[in-house]
């Protein structure tokens, strides 16, 4: 099931995009506040992002814009501004779509799906934490910077994308790997877990892997 997030300070309008959504086979999430958007985004991972312009205490042309330095979520402007100039300005800081009040919520619809098909064609990047993980390149990127992985680092963050928020274990992620015939012992393993990290908190993403002591790690 898809995930939409709502970011939407009309709390009528916020909770009918919920229901109409729900009721068509989609998940929805209403933010409540509007400070953190780009973190919530980063930690839920939804597949889509409804965004009002005119939010309280911050503006979404800048949303629109941190967010794209972190992620490529698809992203449709809902708003009441009609001007060519927010249109534009929305579509140079990396909005897919745009769209004004009132709408016709058949019409959203059609646009949200249409979103989702084309992200879909394009599923080769993963964003998730952050970072951009691209599996036909073998890269990880944030903020502009990038890191190259080896097949083996590649495996072990899938493996871990996989099973983002839940602990995995060593066990889990050997026999991943084994199933590619990839054959890791204990000692590679920690070597390349090791050497993953530090490929990350190279991008500024330190502690994206954590561990837990006797169980394993996780993504998060």
Known sequence: MKRIMIAEDNAAL????????QSNGYECTCLERFDRITEDVTKESPDLLLLDLGLPGTDGHYVCRQLRKVSDIPI??????????????????GA???????FNLQILLARISALLRRSDSS????????????????????????AVLTKNEQMILSCLISRKGTIVTRETIMQYLWDDESFVDDNTLTVNITRLRKKLEGLGLGNVIKTRRGQGYILG
């Open 14 to 21: 916020s909770r009918e995009l919920k229901i109409f959504l």
């Open 96 to 102: 897919d779509n745009f769209v004004t009040k009132p």
């Open 123 to 146: 599923s080769d990047c993963i964003s998730v934490c952050g970072f951009i993980f691209n599996t036909s390149k073998g890269t990880v990127s944030a903020v502009g910077n990038e």
């Open 76 to 93: 449709i402007i809902i708003t009441s501004r009609n001007s060519e100039i927010d249109e534009l300005m929305a579509f140079n800081f």
